[in-house]
């Protein structure tokens, strides 16, 4: 299978999960969640949107490292969560204010563990070779004509 197969089932699969995040706003999903569920309405809402601003950005900064073993990790580590996060919502789908039911949001959901378990599938066993910032530089000038 070629390399970008596997590229655009990460793609994909992060774009689900960040889609779905949209969804569970909606969906008032603190509403399901440990600790969030004991918390009113309005407090338990804010605190959930503003907890994902740091978490994207910490994700997307590790996604982004210049270091090829910490983008590799990042990604397996994505991929097999968005698995775990399915099965969350297996388990959670009893509570009585769960609401996921729908089939946007189930295609949400069970997509994004499609294209986790893909990527994993795809996913070379051992992890890719560190690269700092200076050997990317080199390569760079070699590369340029």
């Not at 399915?86 to 997509?111: K, M, N, Q, V």
Request: charge should be negative.
């Amino acid at each position: 299978m070629p390399p970008r197969v596997r590229e655009w089932l990460f793609l994909l699969g992060y774009g689900l999960l960040a889609t779905h995040e949209l969804d569970a706003v909606a969906r008032a999903e603190w509403r399901v969640l440990p600790g969030l569920s004991l918390l009113d309405d309005d407090l338990a809402q804010p605190l959930f949107i503003l907890l994902h601003v740091p978490l994207f950005a910490l994700l997307t900064g590790l996604l982004a490292s210049a270091d090829a073993v910490v983008r590799a990790r990042t990604r397996h580590g994505i991929s097999l969560f968005l698995v775990v996060h399915a099965g969350l919502h297996l388990l959670f789908s009893g509570h009585r204010h769960y609401d996921f039911g729908t089939p946007l949001s189930e295609g949400l959901i069970f997509g994004g563990a499609l294209c986790g378990l893909g990527w994993l599938a795809l996913s070379p066993v051992r992890p890719a070779k560190a690269v700092t910032h200076a050997e990317n530089a080199e390569r760079a000038e070699k590369d340029d004509p």
